[in-house]
T-cell receptor, first 117, second 108 residues
Framework: EAGVTQFPSHSVIEKGQTVTLRCDPISGHDNLYWYRRVMGKEIKFLLHFVKESKQDESGMPNNRFLAERTGGTYSTLKVQPAELEDSGVYFC???????????????FGSGTQLSVL | AQRVTQPEKLLSVFKGAPVELKCNYSYSGSPELFWYVQYSRQRLQLLLRHISRESIKGFTADLNKGETSFHLKKPFAQEEDSAMYYCALKGSNYQLIWGAGTKLIIKP
């Protein structure tokens, strides 16, 4: 089966510009998560979609970040305007059910390396 | 507070030696803990979870509630075990709370 795909794999932009990251989850996976790893720090949760609805967006750092999942399929994460501290690796993950039950696990994309100069 | 601590950023051992990657957690309820691994040029993937009490690729991890630990162990390290290892805790809202990761290097 096709895995979780993320695009682009790398993005280099200047401070103040806008960048949009895309994630295509595994087909049929209702749950989609965004995570971020800033250099030298732990991976942090950003938000969680169940189908097209935002289940939890408590990890979004500020209102410069906007995530959407129209139609409950792919998701986009837009950063506008980008700041230096937004640099890091943005991971997307999906699961069929909610994380936790015995047979449930997250499938991760390869990540998008974002560099804001 | 919900937190995961991996005290070692880097762990280097010789092939054939035992490996122990440390993980401590802070969680008020009944924890669900995971180990994820990222091999070079590959994506993050689940290695094992405490609830299934499994052994994957020779690795095991036991939840010790008294010490609030979930250390990852393997009796004999292999070169292909070299990777980045992350301990994670399922948070109250179904998200994962991550440790900072430990880079494991197996020397030949």
């Amino acid at each position: 089966e096709a895995g979780v795909t993320q695009f682009p794999s790398h993005s280099v932009i200047e401070k103040g510009q806008t960048v949009t990251l895309r994630c295509d989850p595994i087909s049929g996976h209702d749950n989609l998560y965004w995570y971020r790893r800033v250099m030298g720090k732990e991976i942090k949760f950003l938000l969680h979609f169940v189908k097209e609805s935002k289940q939890d967006e408590s990890g979004m750092p500020n209102n410069r970040f906007l995530a959407e999942r129209t139609g409950g399929t792919y998701s986009t994460l837009k950063v506008q305007p980008a700041e230096l501290e937004d640099s890091g690796v943005y991971f997307c993950a999906s699961s069929q059910g909610l994380l936790g039950p015995l047979n449930e696990k997250l499938f991760f994309g390869s990540g998008t390396q974002l560099s804001v100069l | 507070a919900q937190r995961v601590t991996q005290p070692e950023k880097l762990l280097s051992v010789f092939k054939g030696a035992p490996v122990e990657l440390k993980c401590n957690y802070s969680y008020s309820g009944s924890p669900e803990l995971f180990w994820y691994v990222q091999y070079s040029r590959q994506r993050l993937q689940l290695l094992l979870r405490h609830i299934s009490r499994e052994s994957i690729k020779g690795f095991t991890a036991d939840l010790n509630k008294g010490e609030t630990s979930f250390h990852l162990k393997k009796p004999f390290a292999q070169e292909e075990d070299s990777a980045m290892y992350y301990c994670a805790l399922k948070g109250s809202n179904y998200q994962l709370i991550w440790g900072a990761g430990t880079k494991l290097i197996i020397k030949p």
